[in-house]
């Protein structure tokens, strides 16, 4: 099985920069592809940036320009660069890995993002 833990959760202003780290640990062998979700209280989990092990990025249109998700094969860790935070960016954020940008059978924890205004 893939372990995925997750860290750099917290508080921050609006306008504000946070950086997300997942670490995978395990069995790692196919994992091709790495994400991160979102959900906010009341609301669907959202895809909002996906990678493959090559380096193709994908984003929800709301964090494009302001997200940059990148992944470290070496160090079997995927990262979220946020910048320019909205409060309406604040929810918990959940990594995910898998085989494919398809399906993905491991999930982190969870870590909390709060944008105050």
């Known amino acids: 099985q893939v372990q995925l833990v997750e860290s750099g959760g917290g508080l921050v202003q609006a306008g504000g920069s946070l950086r997300l780290s997942c670490a995978a640990s395990?069995?790692?062998?196919?994992?091709?592809?790495m994400a991160w979700y979102r959900q906010a209280p009341g609301k669907q989990r959202e895809l909002v940036a996906a990678?493959?092990?090559?380096?193709?990025?994908n984003y929800v249109d709301s964090v494009k320009g302001r997200f940059t998700i990148s992944r470290d094969n070496a160090k079997n860790t995927v990262y979220l660069q946020m910048t320019s935070l909205k409060p309406e960016d604040t929810a918990v954020y959940y990594c995910?890995?898998?085989?494919?940008?398809?399906?993905?059978?491991?999930w982190g924890q969870g870590a909390q993002v709060t944008v105050s205004s």
């Open positions: 995910a890995a898998g085989p494919n940008l398809v399906v993905f059978p491991f």
């Open positions: 395990g069995k790692i062998f196919s994992i091709n592809g």
């Open positions: 990678i493959t092990s090559g380096g193709i990025a």
